[in-house]
């Protein structure tokens, strides 16, 4: 278990937490003295329609702090409308809730009073107290109930119990724990609440919900709480070994049904799955479900990663649509609602959704009615929900690349273009120990091999598709080998240009109907348009030490002279000016060390060599381009500054 938190002080964590719900919801306030979080006076009137039936029932619910979002965060309007917050893992005082439920809510006026009916009436309104079970909330809760009930407050509890990790033997007359499924008990009785249903009417739907919830979680480790030392007698029982995975822990480190050693996520979530639904479990089946309507809810108990999650939401559901259960849940729930501090689990809950019998509204609409609770995330809509039962539309039409690219009407000459273009590829394979030997010093050593790949793949696409003379047409198919061929950052930013220099080719050109010949001219055009496209991209710019070094001039001498030597040059002069030059970007600025006082940029330096070689000023031939591939001139002299190759 990790013991490590930022705030170890826990009264003053707890404290501080409670006090964050008055941030992030301003409608809800804070008795600090009594760690209670409710409803401002007036909250929502001013939005409230005016066929809206008037509020008759204040829901309080509470517990020991540790399992946020649950429960302060559930405050809000259509869920809760208070919270009573104990220590980490201990529940509050009876003294605490009296307070809730006599002075922190509305409809807590003796039941005689005209705003609620007769006594006991089937329209009279109240406070319902959701409480889950255990032990000490029971106590304290139902203490506090019954002081608020001597006192005339027409007020009743609702005790949810939806684990099933501990069976009906071993429970005994305790019952089963409350865990995750609590809040969907909260989240329907709170939206009948809102809907100014009677406190008999909001009673008996929150207990047909708990009636028909069963959960079950999962945990890799039983979790630390901040301040508190590791218990020696015991402590080895806690540790999870590497392997092992607990079954049916509680939410405050309650020992599991079982220890599980070397199972992956399939076999656990069958396990998980079987207790909560083998009707032939004598000690589990607490709940037959068999509605057409099942609500699934995957929580979170506070440490495993939204990406984890999305693989056990997958997992559940795929196992729950086949064979035995054939289920497929009108309603998925995922998220973090209730937690364990930092727990490395999860929990499964599922509804088995009834009719309220109180002539509607029914558990799916209540489980859909709006709310503004922080803590409770379900943002997809009723709309939604049902729609995707008769709308099952996809987009899977294959999306094609170069064949979808239209002729610019730049036109050349394919085979000498073909001849200068292999040339200049076979010069970056001939540079590739250079390059690899430069970015070794200052960079992580993949750049020349990452050039070679790509100059390597274009080659072979060459000799099965040679080029047509069309610029785009050509240019397009080789973008699409870099893109597949090289990663890495260089990889994106060849893509990017590349793909920027196939846009440029029909901005300069005139179409299929006006070709003109892709002159020195028309290329530099080009060529300008597309770094303006990747400066949009990344802040490198001449100066930087990167391949822009090499780029920029060789194009700026292009479009000055119409030369591609000289613009070739100016290349390999921009190239050797990254010696000694301090890099402002890429992995050289924090690998530091003096690397880049003795050698050049090497993504600047396996340009050069690519414009050199197109240029025809540097000859590699296949014979030449093996030799240098083991040759390891130059090196002594690169690491004593001698000169460049």
Not at 59 to 68: K, N, V, Y
Request: one cysteine or more; aromatic letters at 4%; hydrophobic letters at 40%.
């Amino acid at each position: 278990m990790s013991n490590r938190h930022f705030i170890n002080d826990p009264q003053h964590l707890v404290l501080t937490s409670l006090q964050s719900t008055t941030l992030l919801n301003p409608g809800v306030a804070l008795d600090v003295h009594n760690k209670i979080v409710y409803l401002r006076p007036g909250y929502g009137h001013a939005s409230s329609s005016p066929n809206q039936q008037r509020q008759k029932v204040s829901l309080i619910s509470g517990g020991g702090s540790g399992h946020e979002p649950s429960f302060s965060s559930m405050v809000g309007r259509g869920l809760l409308s208070a919270c009573v917050a104990g220590t980490i893992f201990a529940s509050p005082s009876a003294e605490q809730v009296r307070t809730a439920i006599m002075g922190r809510v509305d409809n807590n006026e003796p039941s005689s009073s005209p705003e609620h009916g007769q006594h006991g009436g089937e329209d009279a309104g109240g406070v319902l107290v959701v409480v889950m079970n255990y032990t000490g909330d029971v106590l304290n809760f139902g203490l506090a109930v019954e002081k608020a009930k001597a006192a005339g407050v027409n007020v009743e509890m609702v005790v949810v119990g939806d684990d099933v990790g501990v069976g009906r033997t071993k429970a005994g007359k305790v019952g089963r724990r409350g865990i995750a499924g609590t809040v969907l008990v909260q989240k329907i009785a709170g939206a009948l609440a809102a809907q100014g249903r009677s406190l008999k009417e909001v009673t008996k739907v929150a207990n047909l919900v708990a009636e028909n919830i069963v959960s079950v979680g999962a945990s890799l480790e039983h979790v630390h709480v901040p301040g508190r030392r590791a218990e020696a007698e015991g402590a080895e029982f806690k540790v999870l070994r590497e392997g092992e995975v607990e079954i049916g822990m509680g939410i405050h480190n309650e020992q599991g049904s079982s220890r599980e050693r070397g199972i992956g996520l399939p076999e656990l979530v069958g396990k998980m799955l079987k207790q909560l639904l083998d009707p032939n479990d004598e000690d589990r089946a607490f709940v037959n479900v068999n509605s057409n309507e099942v609500v699934l809810l995957v929580n979170n108990l506070g440490g495993v990663s939204p990406l984890e999650m999305g693989g056990i939401v997958t997992e559940v559901v795929t196992q729950l649509a086949g064979k035995p259960y054939g289920i497929k849940p009108v309603r998925i729930l995922s998220g973090t609602y209730m937690t364990s501090l930092n727990g490395l689990g999860f929990s499964i809950s599922l509804l088995n959704v009834v009719n309220t019998d109180i002539g509607g509204p029914g558990m799916i609409e209540l489980l859909d009615y709006p709310s503004e609770a922080t803590g409770w995330t379900a943002p997809i809509s009723k709309l939604t929900w049902e729609e995707q039962r008769d709308n099952k539309n996809t987009r899977e039409n294959e999306v094609k690349s170069e064949e979808e690219v239209r002729p610019c009407g730049l036109t050349y000459e394919p085979q000498e273009a073909q001849k200068h273009l292999v040339a200049g590829l076979k010069a970056v394979i001939a540079a590739e120990p250079d390059v690899t030997k430069y970015d070794t010093m200052v960079g992580d050593g993949d750049c020349g091999i990452g050039l070679k790949r790509g100059a390597e793949a274009i080659l072979s696409h060459l000799d099965s598709n040679p080029l047509t003379g069309d610029a785009a047409i050509d240019l397009s198919k080789i973008v699409t080998v870099v893109e597949q061929t090289m990663d890495g950052t260089s990889g994106a930013l060849y893509g990017i240009f590349l793909n920027a220099l196939v846009a440029s080719l029909h901005t300069v050109g005139g179409g299929e109907s006006d070709k003109k010949a892709a002159d020195e001219n028309v290329w530099a055009a080009a060529l300008k348009l597309s770094c303006e496209a990747l400066s949009k991209y990344t802040p490198a710019r001449p100066g930087d030490r990167t391949l822009v070094d090499a780029l920029y001039p060789f194009v700026d001498a292009l479009e000055k002279t119409g030369d591609v030597k000289k613009a070739a040059e100016a290349a390999k002069q921009g190239a050797e000016g990254t010696k000694g030059m301090k890099a402002k970007l890429g992995r050289t600025v924090y690998i530091g060390g003096s690397g880049f006082e003795q050698v050049p940029d090497p993504g600047a330096w396996g340009l050069a060599k690519f414009f050199l070689g197109l240029a025809g000023i540097e000859k590699s031939d296949d014979s030449s381009a093996k030799q240098a591939k083991g040759s390891d001139d130059g090196w002594e002299e690169v690491t004593r500054e001698a000169e460049l190759p």
